[in-house]
């Protein structure tokens, strides 16, 4: 039986026209909706023409047309906004943003609109009508941390003494950590007898450690006399170490010329280590030139290997004229050598004119070899021209083979330290096996294209067979395929077995195929 034929066009136009449909529809919709995009617009501009009646009529027409449209919420905020700039009742006004909130919960706008409510209800309240206020604070009742958060934002804007006692009191209902951390801050900015009172109330009571070192922070911030005595009581107190370094920290952001004395004293005299350090450590951060005197002071006075280390780094931060000698002093001075060393590299962190000439005599009279070496290393650190001049000089001229050789370790760290024709010159000048090797494997760490080149001139010509071998390693430590073909070569017509031996293990070390098809050729021969 033959199956049954079905023309394939009435299913075809069938879709032809659905599909059309569709396009219909989308068409319709795209153009609804760019039409609800010019009527916002519209609208939005008269609020940015301060417009308010013409405003509050086309965002009502707006909700009227596209009751679907995606802006309607952000449309009701601003003819909430409208109402308050013609300045109709603000009992209404309150009550349109109230409706608003609870119509749209997920809006963008919401925040700005609690916010709102916030400075009209305080406003309510200062003219007879505390239940406006009341209806605010119930709502933090049901900890709705962003009316919070809106409610302390409006309240930090009035600046008065209400307003700081409004926060306070909103600090002292809150629960939420997060929250009572920014009311701190803002109680911080308030500037007033009350407020620093409270915060030193905070800083000893909260439950939180993160909150009460907030409120120390935030008395810093206020930077007055009052709250300079109050950091103060708080060092001196009973309180957990953590809040008493922060007050410690913060007396340092202060930064006064009575706060330097009383800082210098903690470092020096206080038992707990930390606390002296962070003392010592505040004094970094002022301006103040007498600090650099007391961190000297420190230096000499303080029973604490740790506290004077900390006043040494201070120093080398701060890198003024009084940190630079009082350096140079303990470097070439102090009894304890640790002490010296770290004196000497705590000058190299100094980018001052005056540092190379400190460091030059470090390296020349240092008691201990170790802080000679610590001023070189310095120099290195410095990348000044004369640091490099002296450095050269060193490698080439000290009769102390170690010294020479850190000299050379430190040209490394200047710009063009490992420039190969500088480090030929020490190889060809020095009097020192020892020191001649160490220039030599620093060519081969160079990334200089010549190095390869100097370095095979050597391997191959030198008259010193220790060099030939030094040079032939140093061929090996550049990684290249480039010393392949000079070092196959030597393995196979070297003048010794050594340096024949050496530029084995040097291909060796290299491990490139370039490298591992001259070693197999070498054993085929």
Same mark, same amino acid.
């Given at each position: 039986?033959?199956?049954? =034929?079905?023309?394939?066009?009435?299913? /075809?136009?069938?879709?032809?026209?659905?599909?059309?449909?569709?396009?219909?529809?989308?068409?319709? *919709?795209?153009?609804? =909706?760019? !039409?609800?995009?010019?009527?916002?617009? +519209?609208?939005?501009?008269?609020?940015?023409?301060?417009?308010?009646?013409?405003?509050?009529?086309?965002? /009502?027409?707006?909700? +009227?047309?596209?009751?679907?449209?995606?802006?309607?919420?952000?449309?009701?905020?601003?003819?909430?906004?409208?109402?308050?700039?013609?300045?109709?009742?603000?009992?209404?006004?309150?009550?349109?943003?109230? #409706?608003?909130?609870?119509?749209?919960?997920?809006?963008?706008?919401?925040?700005?609109?609690?916010?709102?409510?916030?400075?009209?209800?305080?406003?309510?309240?200062?003219?007879?009508?505390?239940?406006?206020?009341?209806?605010?604070?119930?709502?933090?009742?049901?900890?709705?941390?962003?009316?919070?958060?809106?409610?302390?934002?409006?309240?930090?804007?009035?600046?008065?003494?209400?307003?700081?006692?409004?926060?306070?009191?909103?600090?002292?209902?809150?629960?939420?950590?997060?929250?009572?951390?920014?009311?701190?801050?803002?109680?911080?900015?308030?500037?007033?007898?009350?407020?620093?009172?409270?915060?030193?109330?905070?800083?000893?009571?909260?439950?939180?450690?993160?909150?009460?070192?907030?409120?120390?922070?935030?008395?810093?911030?206020?930077?007055?006399?009052?709250?300079?005595?109050?950091?103060?009581?708080?060092?001196?107190?009973?309180?957990?170490?953590?809040?008493?370094?922060?007050?410690?920290?913060?007396?340092?952001?202060?930064?006064?010329?009575?706060?330097?004395?009383?800082?210098?004293?903690?470092?020096?005299?206080? =038992?707990?280590?930390?606390?002296?350090?962070?003392?010592?450590?505040?004094?970094?951060? #002022?301006?103040?030139?007498?600090?650099?005197?007391?961190?000297?002071?420190?230096?000499?006075?303080?029973?604490?290997?740790?506290?004077?280390?900390?006043?040494?780094? /201070?120093?080398?931060?701060?890198?003024? +004229? /009084?940190?630079?000698?009082?350096?140079?002093?303990?470097?070439?001075?102090?009894?304890?050598?640790?002490?010296?060393?770290?004196? !000497?590299?705590?000058?190299?962190?100094?980018?001052?004119?005056?540092?190379?000439?400190?460091?030059?005599?470090?390296?020349?009279?240092?008691?201990?070899?170790?802080?000679?070496?610590?001023?070189?290393?310095?120099?290195?650190?410095?990348?000044?021209?004369?640091?490099?001049?002296?450095?050269?000089?060193?490698?080439?001229?000290?009769?102390?083979?170690?010294?020479?050789? #850190?000299?050379?370790?430190?040209?490394?760290?200047? =710009?063009?330290?490992?420039?190969?024709?500088?480090?030929?010159?020490?190889?060809?000048?020095?009097? *020192?096996?020892?020191?001649? +090797?160490?220039?030599?494997?620093?060519?081969?760490?160079?990334?200089?294209?010549?190095?390869?080149?100097?370095?095979?001139?050597?391997?191959?010509?030198?008259?010193?067979?220790?060099?030939?071998?030094?040079?032939?390693?140093?061929?090996?430590?550049?990684?290249?395929?480039?010393?392949?073909?000079?070092?196959?070569?030597?393995?196979?017509?070297?003048?010794?077995?050594?340096?024949?031996?050496?530029?084995?293990?040097?291909?060796?070390?290299?491990?490139?195929?370039?490298?591992?098809?001259?070693?197999?050729?070498?054993?085929?021969?």
């Amino acid at each position: 039986m033959k199956s049954r =034929q079905f023309s394939p066009f009435p299913r /075809t136009l069938a879709l032809a026209a659905l599909g059309a449909v569709i396009f219909l529809s989308l068409t319709v *919709h795209a153009r609804a =909706q760019d !039409a609800a995009s010019k009527a916002y617009e +519209k609208s939005y501009g008269y609020i940015l023409e301060e417009k308010w009646k013409n405003a509050q009529e086309a965002f /009502t027409a707006f909700i +009227k047309t596209y009751p679907n449209s995606k802006s309607v919420d952000a449309a009701q905020y601003w003819l909430c906004y409208t109402r308050y700039k013609k300045e109709e009742p603000q009992e209404e006004v309150f009550e349109c943003y109230n #409706t608003f909130i609870k119509s749209y919960p997920k809006s963008k706008w919401v925040d700005d609109a609690k916010s709102n409510m916030v400075n009209i209800a305080y406003d309510l309240a200062t003219k007879g009508k505390p239940e406006y206020k009341a209806r605010i604070e119930g709502m933090g009742d049901e900890e709705d941390d962003d009316v919070k958060l809106a409610a302390l934002n409006a309240l930090a804007n009035m600046g008065s003494d209400e307003a700081t006692a409004a926060i306070i009191d909103l600090y002292d209902n809150t629960k939420n950590e997060k929250l009572r951390s920014k009311i701190v801050y803002v109680i911080g900015n308030s500037e007033s007898e009350k407020g620093t009172k409270k915060l030193m109330e905070i800083a000893q009571k909260d439950p939180s450690m993160k909150v009460r070192k907030d409120a120390v922070y935030a008395l810093s911030n206020q930077g007055t006399k009052e709250t300079e005595l109050a950091l103060k009581q708080l060092v001196k107190s009973n309180n957990d170490r953590e809040i008493r370094k922060a007050a410690l920290y913060s007396l340092g952001n202060i930064g006064t010329k009575d706060i330097v004395p009383f800082l210098g004293e903690v470092a020096r005299t206080d =038992q707990d280590e930390e606390l002296a350090k962070a003392a010592t450590h505040s004094l970094g951060n #002022t301006d103040e030139e007498a600090a650099s005197a007391e961190l000297k002071r420190i230096l000499k006075e303080a029973k604490s290997l740790e506290v004077r280390k900390a006043a040494l780094y /201070t120093l080398g931060n701060r890198g003024d +004229k /009084t940190s630079i000698a009082s350096l140079k002093e303990t470097a070439l001075s102090n009894s304890d050598a640790e002490l010296c060393k770290a004196a !000497a590299y705590s000058l190299g962190n100094i980018d001052e004119a005056e540092v190379i000439p400190a460091l030059k005599e470090i390296a020349a009279k240092g008691q201990e070899e170790e802080t000679r070496k610590a001023a070189l290393y310095s120099m290195g650190n410095t990348g000044k021209p004369a640091a490099m001049e002296y450095l050269v000089a060193t490698a080439v001229g000290s009769s102390d083979v170690e010294i020479a050789k #850190t000299a050379i370790y430190a040209l490394g760290n200047c =710009q063009d330290g490992d420039d190969p024709k500088l480090l030929l010159d020490i190889v060809s000048k020095s009097p *020192h096996p020892e020191v001649r +090797k160490q220039a030599m494997y620093q060519i081969g760490n160079s990334d200089d294209p010549e190095a390869i080149d100097a370095l095979t001139k050597i391997a191959r010509e030198g008259k010193d067979p220790e060099l030939q071998v030094a040079a032939v390693y140093a061929l090996g430590n550049t990684g290249k395929d480039q010393s392949v073909p000079v070092l196959a070569d030597i393995a196979k017509k070297g003048s010794n077995k050594k340096l024949r031996s050496a530029a084995v293990n040097a291909l060796g070390q290299i491990g490139t195929d370039k490298a591992r098809a001259a070693l197999l050729d070498i054993l085929q021969h």
